[in-house]
């Protein structure tokens, strides 16, 4: 079976991953499917597709002629885990590496980081992986306005940083160069003592 997904089916993911980090509350509505469209730069039909997968998921409800309303992050977290359950890690693996190719040699420190993760998910059970912890960062962090590069955030935690909610936007999957400012929500997966290993490093600068 591909492990390549369609169109549809990346915007699904990527709109779950924002549910699921708390970018969007429950209740709210998010674009229409003409609105979501013009931001993935796709046909209306694909958007539709798109909202159908998580429409069926009970993620997001459809109300005609007023947008897509927000259900359950629980069920967003679960169709992510579900998802990268049926993606097999073989397949992802492949999926990086042909992608990075097109990096220079600038890249391949994130080349690194990446294959790190993948190999960490081989031996973390999946439950924990998609359904991320959260940090405030305040002026007490040792580390405010380094990159997470620079201060090597996953060899010193062990945690892995899928978005940072900034005062008006929220990052999804931050590079290397992002910098941690005062203020900041830091979304993390990790196993289950990450949140232990993450505070104490970002308040204390001491990694084990």
């Known amino acids: 079976m591909s492990n390549t997904l369609s169109k549809y089916q990346q915007i699904a993911v990527d709109i779950a991953s924002k549910i699921a980090a708390g970018y969007y509350e429950i209740g709210s509505k998010i674009y229409t499917r003409t609105a979501i469209a013009s931001q993935y730069e796709v046909s209306s039909e694909t958007a539709r597709r798109a909202i159908a997968i998580l429409a069926e998921k009970k993620i997001v409800e459809t109300e005609k002629g007023s947008g897509v309303v927000i259900k359950s992050a ?13 993606r097999s890690v073989a397949g992802l693996k492949n999926d990086l590496i042909a992608a990075l190719k097109q990096y220079n040699a600038a890249e391949d420190v994130l080349k690194s980081k990446i294959l790190e993760l993948i190999e960490m998910t081989e031996k973390m059970h999946a439950a924990t992986l998609f359904v991320p912890y959260e940090i405030q960062i305040d002026e007490a962090c040792v580390y405010i306005g380094c990159s997470i590069g620079e201060i090597n955030f996953w060899n010193r935690t062990m945690a892995t940083i899928v978005g940072i909610q900034k005062k008006d936007c929220l990052v999804v999957s931050p590079g290397p160069y992002a910098q941690l400012e005062d203020g900041d929500i830091v979304y993390y997966v990790g196993d289950g003592q990450a949140q232990r290993r993450v505070t104490r490093f970002l308040y204390e600068g001491k990694s084990e």
């Open 74 to 86: 629980q069920r967003a977290a679960e169709f992510l885990k579900q998802h990268y359950q049926v």
